[in-house]
Each structure stands twice: as structure tokens, then as C-alpha cells.
């Protein structure tokens, strides 16, 4: 092997520790601890000589600064000389240097995103706020502090999550994070991003969670750390996000089980279509009501929803945990009116 063949994978590694790394502590909510960082294998450290990670740290650090990507040290008020360093990107200082811009253009170009925000419910709202936020300090640099165009509040740890996950989707790398479900479980998972949507003013993510080997929808706001990025994949040419547009039943790490719901006559097209998504199998009877089958993860959760579209004729018939859960919701529900 000659010497270019031996360099070439030292440069490989090179560039997706400093990707991860960027995108790491740009994800985190709060500034990450020196052994946080080299002690993490996923952002490309972790090896058994400490020394040598943090001397790869730091120069990782120089040549983010290179690039104009700034990473400070921060210390919390109070704290000891004895306590760990902690690091996080200086986002007054990063990319400060900027180019040559027209501030007529900016300014279009802010209206324009604030037009469109202002009237499409979009998942591309991720990464269209983080354009407007690069539009308002460019004109703050432009003209001072006193523009029309105030500065926004500092950024929000949820609109960095969100931003890690839209990256991630964006160069096809799997996301690394630690996501809490809805039990309280916090744990490390890794998911090829798919597709992301908006719903009822959250966020949310589907893909392949490599664990499990089974394509999951995870909410946004439950992602509590980013650990990088991981390998590349290609989304499959039959997926389509309207197959996965969640039902409040979907989030639990139970295994799916077929559920049956019965309509009764008369209801709705647009109502049907609503409360199904377009979800499972929907057959209409001889009665002119409706049979809908479809998989569900929380048996509760889905006789909740029956309860909700009681309504529309709406009830459960199979399995029998799901009957007997609606049964008893529903007896608590005539309890409390009655009280």
C-alpha cells in the first residue's frame, strides 16, 4: 500500500469527526464537558489514550476555526477551577467574517420567508427559520442593532434539535441521539431519517431505527442529545411519508398488534378520512357503515381514540384488551359525569 492509500482513510476520519463535531455540540442544549466530547466514540474519540483525543480535540477545534466555525470554552458562574472544562460553538463570532451582501436582498428574502411561514404549515419551517435567522444578523451586521429587523430571542434548544435532525435528513447520514419515549425510557438510538412532518404544532421524524430494525415516527422535542452522524443510506424508492403520518396509538415500543374499529352508517367521507389517515384497510359493510383494521402499538391510547370519535358511530371490536381498555375508560368517563 503506497502512502497517498494510507493517508486517504486518516483524511476520511478527519472530516466526519469535525462534521460531528460541528454538529454535535450545535444540537446540544447545553454546552458539553471535555470528557463528554473525547470520550464519545460516535463523534469519532473515545480511544483508550486520553491524551491523544484531546490533543486531537484541540486540533479539531483550530481547524473548525479555520473554517470560521468557532468553538469557546464556558464557564458556569460559581464554578471551580477544579471543575471540567465545557465547550459549545461561539454563534456570535461563527461565520462573523461573512461575505459581501446586498441588504435589499436580504431583506427580500427575510420578507419572503416570513410570508410563506406566516401562510404554509410545512416541515420545511426547520430549516426556513434558520435562513431568517442568518438574514437577521447579517442585516444587524450591516446596520447596527437599531434595525427594523429586531434581533430574535437566543435560540431555542428545541430549534437546535430540530436543525440536527433536518441536517441529518438533508446529507442522508443517520441521526445518533438519545430519545426518551413516551414511557419515560431514555436510551441511545440511531435512525436513517425518512421524511419529517408537522402536526398540531409539533415536530416529528420517520425512518429506520436501526435497532429495531422497523421503520418508526419519534417526536421531536423527545430527542435530549445528539451524538453525531452515522452512516449513509438511501431512502427506499416505495417509501412515502403518508404511510407513516402518525395515530396517537403508534408511540410505544410494544409490537404492533391488528386492531378493529367499527363506523356506523352515516358517517362522513371527510370524517372517515380524518380520524384513518389513510391508514390500515377500510372496508364498508353491507349496512353502509364502515370495518377499519389497522396496526396499533398502545392498546390503550387507541381506545382513547375510540372514545374521542364516539361521536361518528365510532367502536372498538378486536382484539379483547382493546375492547375491555374502552370499556373501562369509558365507565370512568359516565362515573365522573354522574359524580
Same mark, same amino acid.
Given at each position: 500500500?503506497?502512502?497517498?492509500?494510507?493517508?486517504?482513510?486518516?483524511?476520511?476520519?478527519?472530516?466526519?469527526?469535525?462534521?460531528? /463535531?460541528?454538529?454535535?455540540? $450545535?444540537?446540544?442544549?447545553?454546552? /458539553? *464537558?471535555?470528557?463528554?466530547?473525547?470520550?464519545?466514540?460516535? +463523534?469519532?474519540?473515545?480511544?483508550?489514550?486520553?491524551?491523544?483525543?484531546?490533543? =486531537?480535540?484541540?486540533?479539531?477545534?483550530?481547524?473548525?476555526?479555520?473554517?470560521?466555525?468557532?468553538?469557546?470554552?464556558?464557564?458556569?458562574?460559581?464554578?471551580?477551577?477544579?471543575?471540567?472544562?465545557?465547550?459549545?460553538?461561539?454563534?456570535?463570532?461563527?461565520?462573523? #467574517?461573512?461575505?459581501? @451582501?446586498?441588504?435589499?436582498?436580504?431583506?427580500?428574502?427575510?420578507? #419572503? @420567508?416570513?410570508?410563506?411561514?406566516? %401562510?404554509?404549515?410545512?416541515?420545511?419551517?426547520?430549516?426556513? =427559520?434558520?435562513?431568517?435567522? %442568518?438574514?437577521?444578523?447579517?442585516?444587524?451586521?450591516?446596520?447596527?442593532?437599531?434595525?427594523?429587523? #429586531?434581533?430574535?430571542?437566543?435560540?431555542?434548544? !428545541?430549534?437546535?434539535?430540530?436543525?440536527?435532525?433536518?441536517?441529518?435528513?438533508? /446529507?442522508?447520514?443517520?441521526?445518533?441521539?438519545?430519545?426518551?419515549?413516551?414511557?419515560?425510557?431514555?436510551?441511545?438510538?440511531?435512525?436513517?431519517?425518512?421524511?419529517?412532518? *408537522?402536526?398540531?404544532?409539533?415536530?416529528?421524524?420517520?425512518? +429506520?431505527?436501526?435497532?429495531?430494525?422497523?421503520?418508526?415516527?419519534?417526536?421531536?422535542?423527545? @430527542?435530549?442529545?445528539?451524538?453525531?452522524?452515522?452512516? %449513509?443510506?438511501?431512502?427506499?424508492?416505495?417509501? %412515502?411519508?403518508?404511510?407513516?403520518?402518525? /395515530?396517537? &396509538?403508534?408511540?410505544?415500543?410494544?409490537?404492533?398488534?391488528?386492531?378493529?374499529?367499527?363506523?356506523?352508517?352515516?358517517?362522513?367521507?371527510?370524517?372517515?378520512?380524518?380520524?384513518?389517515?389513510?391508514?390500515?384497510? +377500510?372496508?364498508?359493510? !353491507?349496512?353502509?357503515?364502515?370495518?377499519?383494521?389497522?396496526?396499533?402499538?398502545?392498546?390503550?391510547?387507541?381506545?382513547?381514540?375510540?372514545?374521542?370519535?364516539?361521536? &361518528?358511530?365510532?367502536?372498538?371490536?378486536?382484539?379483547?384488551?382493546?375492547? !375491555?381498555?374502552?370499556?373501562?375508560?369509558?365507565?370512568?368517563?359516565?362515573?365522573?359525569? $354522574? #359524580?
Amino acid at each position: 500500500m503506497d502512502e497517498e492509500e494510507e493517508r486517504a482513510p486518516r483524511v476520511d476520519d478527519t472530516a466526519q469527526r469535525l462534521l460531528n /463535531l460541528m454538529f454535535t455540540l $450545535n444540537a446540544a442544549a447545553h454546552p /458539553l *464537558t471535555t470528557d463528554q466530547i473525547v470520550g464519545d466514540s460516535d +463523534l469519532g474519540y473515545g480511544h483508550e489514550q486520553r491524551e491523544s483525543d484531546l490533543r =486531537k480535540f484541540r486540533r479539531d477545534r483550530e481547524k473548525l476555526a479555520e473554517r470560521g466555525i468557532i468553538i469557546t470554552e464556558v464557564t458556569a458562574p460559581g464554578a471551580s477551577e477544579a471543575e471540567q472544562r465545557a465547550w459549545a460553538i461561539d454563534r456570535e463570532r461563527t461565520f462573523a #467574517a461573512g461575505g459581501i @451582501v446586498r441588504e435589499d436582498d436580504v431583506r427580500l428574502l427575510a420578507r #419572503a @420567508v416570513d410570508e410563506y411561514l406566516g %401562510s404554509h404549515p410545512t416541515p420545511l419551517a426547520i430549516p426556513l =427559520k434558520a435562513v431568517r435567522r %442568518s438574514c437577521v444578523d447579517a442585516l444587524a451586521a450591516l446596520a447596527g442593532e437599531d434595525e427594523a429587523f #429586531a434581533r430574535p430571542a437566543p435560540k431555542l434548544d !428545541e430549534d437546535a434539535i430540530a436543525d440536527a435532525v433536518w441536517t441529518a435528513f438533508s /446529507l442522508k447520514r443517520s441521526l445518533i441521539a438519545t430519545y426518551r419515549n413516551a414511557a419515560g425510557t431514555a436510551r441511545r438510538r440511531t435512525v436513517a431519517v425518512y421524511g419529517i412532518f *408537522t402536526s398540531a404544532g409539533l415536530s416529528y421524524f420517520t425512518g +429506520l431505527d436501526r435497532e429495531a430494525g422497523t421503520v418508526r415516527t419519534f417526536r421531536t422535542d423527545r @430527542v435530549e442529545r445528539v451524538h453525531g452522524l452515522g452512516e %449513509s443510506y438511501d431512502i427506499p424508492s416505495d417509501f %412515502s411519508i403518508r404511510d407513516h403520518l402518525f /395515530l396517537p &396509538f403508534d408511540f410505544s415500543d410494544a409490537p404492533e398488534a391488528r386492531a378493529t374499529f367499527s363506523f356506523s352508517p352515516g358517517i362522513g367521507e371527510m370524517e372517515l378520512a380524518a380520524i384513518t389517515q389513510g391508514r390500515g384497510d +377500510l372496508v364498508q359493510r !353491507e349496512d353502509g357503515g364502515w370495518t377499519w383494521d389497522v396496526e396499533v402499538r398502545d392498546i390503550d391510547a387507541a381506545a382513547e381514540v375510540t372514545l374521542a370519535h364516539a361521536r &361518528f358511530g365510532m367502536r372498538p371490536v378486536a382484539p379483547d384488551a382493546l375492547v !375491555e381498555s374502552w370499556r373501562a375508560k369509558l365507565m370512568r368517563t359516565v362515573g365522573v359525569h $354522574n #359524580a
